[in-house]
């Protein structure tokens, strides 16, 4: 299976964009990009999927580099809600719908 | 609102016990996972299923079964509790879809085995 890399924790201020990145060299070209997140003391939650193009929803936003590579998960705008383990995965096309989670990035969020 | 409800958020059970945790789901989704969480080792798939009866192995089955006699319910098993089985446990639903899908999770629940 495809790995992905991600910064073990990050920080940003209330109401300032973050930046969370992934990287995914070995990605295949039928590979989905998936993002997800785990608030403390409940079950991971979809944040937010893409093949190639960028992606938006009214979560956030997903950036992927043109060769695939690597990937962006953007929070427009921090809250002290958005503290979580964000968790970057590839899913593989005939994989069945399995998900193999990563350690993720923990996000702090300061006031 | 998609809906996956586990049987407790807490349980605390004794070495040797038959320990079984249901999980319900409530938006007729075929597939349905059980995963365990570990500190540094993150969420690792025991067991899924894609149909009723139907179950495949994830990951880690070693000491667990699955049970999948109605499409909304999903069980776990473990035969006889160990020490090591002690970890959160989350289940998870999703639609049969080809290309993209999303899995919905429910709450955990928090299993020790004394």
């Known amino acids: 299976d495809a790995k992905t890399t991600q910064p073990n924790s990050m920080e940003s201020n209330e109401e300032e964009p973050v930046h969370l990145p992934c990287n995914h060299s070995?990605?295949?070209?039928?590979?989905?990009i998936h993002w997800y997140r785990q608030l403390p003391s409940q079950g991971p939650e979809y944040v937010i999927h893409?093949?190639?193009s960028n992606v938006n929803n009214r979560m956030a936003s997903l950036a992927i580099a043109e060769d695939r590579k690597s990937s962006t998960l953007i929070l427009h705008r921090a809250t002290l809600r958005d503290a979580a383990v964000y968790y970057c995965?590839?899913?593989?096309?005939?994989?069945?719908?399995?998900?193999?989670f990563g350690g993720g990035t923990r996000l702090m969020v300061k006031p | 609102d998609v809906k996956v409800t586990q049987s407790s958020r807490y349980l605390v059970k004794r070495t040797g016990e038959k320990v079984f945790l249901e999980c319900v789901q409530d938006?007729?989704?075929?597939?349905m996972f059980w995963y365990r969480q570990d500190p540094g080792l993150g969420l690792r798939l025991i067991y899924f299923?894609?149909?009723?009866?139907?179950?495949e192995k994830g990951d880690i089955p070693e000491g667990y079964s699955v049970s999948r006699e109605k499409k909304e319910r999903f069980s776990l098993i473990l035969e006889s509790a160990s020490t090591n089985q002690t970890s959160m446990y989350l289940c998870?639903?999703?639609?049969?879809?080809?290309?993209?899908?999303?899995?919905?999770f429910g709450p955990g629940t928090r299993l020790t085995v004394t």
């Open positions: 995965i590839l899913r593989a096309a005939g994989a069945g719908n399995m998900l193999t």
């Open positions: 299923s894609y149909d009723v009866k139907m179950k």
């Open positions: 893409g093949l190639t």
């Open positions: 938006m007729d989704h075929e597939n």
């Open positions: 070995t990605i295949s070209g039928t590979d989905y």
């Open positions: 998870a639903s999703s639609p049969y879809s080809g290309s993209s899908y999303e899995q919905y």
